[in-house]
């Protein structure tokens, strides 16, 4: 035992793990930093070696998704959902909400009541910091305003490509662009001498347009879950 190459398996089959791990956003980002570093320190023999390994995916606690895609149903506006909010908002359904919140993807980005993915900010505490309105601005219109902790950067290059996403990995010449939250494989490397102008991008990571698949009455039980944080007996729901 203590065969080296054994070693490197475990040592890397840890990130895996610790990807599924509830830490927040930071930690996460963390964990894949110093993931990048030990893979790009590999032998190509070694990387062959260790591929299955490097590219198993987490066990995550993330709700299945509804199986079958939902067709479009309209482009919704503010003006349309604002006043529903005030009226709305009774005898609304907990379950069909959070089935909305795996339904509209929600759940793969953000974690909500101990649950989900951790790309985008946990969403539980929402209530206590924003109105109402505020939350259904940011799910419609996500680049208006930017938390701090999640912007992203648009890169231009000395050879014309425009890469807008998230630094994954600023270690050594070059460093690595998630471009989709959805795909945290989809990385875009972008040599640093070939850097032209870096500025923050006003677009956010959060994709615009997740209401237009959902029917009125699940788009205000997916707010009225959202506004719960999580409580089934919230006012919201009673019958
Ligand atoms: C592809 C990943 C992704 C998906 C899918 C996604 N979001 Fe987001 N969301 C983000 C990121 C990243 C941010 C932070 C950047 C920003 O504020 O735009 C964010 C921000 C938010 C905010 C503002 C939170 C704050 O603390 O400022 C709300 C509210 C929100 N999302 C709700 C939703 C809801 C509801 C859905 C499903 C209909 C959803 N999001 C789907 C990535 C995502």
């Given amino acids: ?6 070693l490197q398996e475990r040592y890397f ?22 993931k990048a570093d030990a893979v790009a ?19 995550t606690d993330v709700p299945v998704f509804t199986a079958s895609p939902r067709s479009f149903v309209k482009e ?16 609304r359904d907990f379950d069909r909400g959070r089935q909305m919140f795996g339904a509209a993807t929600c759940f793969a980005c953000h974690r909500f009541d101990n649950q989900g993915g951790s790309v985008g900010p946990d969403l539980t505490i929402l209530s206590g910091r924003f109105s109402r309105r505020d939350v259904l601005e940011s799910v419609m219109e996500p680049s208006k ?16 490509k425009v890469v807008v996403g998230r630094i994954i990995n600023l270690a050594g010449d070059s460093f690595q662009v998630q471009t989709d939250m959805m795909k945290p494989g989809a990385l875009t490397g972008v040599d640093r001498k070939l850097i032209e102008e870096m500025v923050e991008s ?10 237009n698949s959902l029917q009125q009455d699940e788009i205000l039980d997916l707010m009225a879950y959202l506004l719960s944080r999580g409580d089934r007996g919230h006012a919201m729901f009673k019958r």
């Fill in 1 to 6: 035992m203590g065969d080296a190459s054994e």
């Fill in 13 to 34: 089959k840890w990130f895996t793990r610790a990807a599924g791990y509830a830490g927040g956003s930071s930690f996460q980002l963390f964990v894949s930093n110093i």
């Fill in 41 to 59: 320190k590999l032998s190509d023999a070694d990387k062959t070696r260790l591929q299955p390994i490097l590219d198993a995916k987490p066990e």
């Fill in 76 to 91: 919704w506006t503010m003006d349309e959902l604002v006043p529903l909010l005030e009226t709305g908002l009774t005898k």
């Fill in 145 to 160: 305003q930017i938390s701090d902790q999640y912007g992203s950067v648009q890169v231009l290059t000395t050879d014309g």
């Fill in 202 to 211: 006003k677009v956010s990571m959060m994709p615009k347009g997740l209401l």
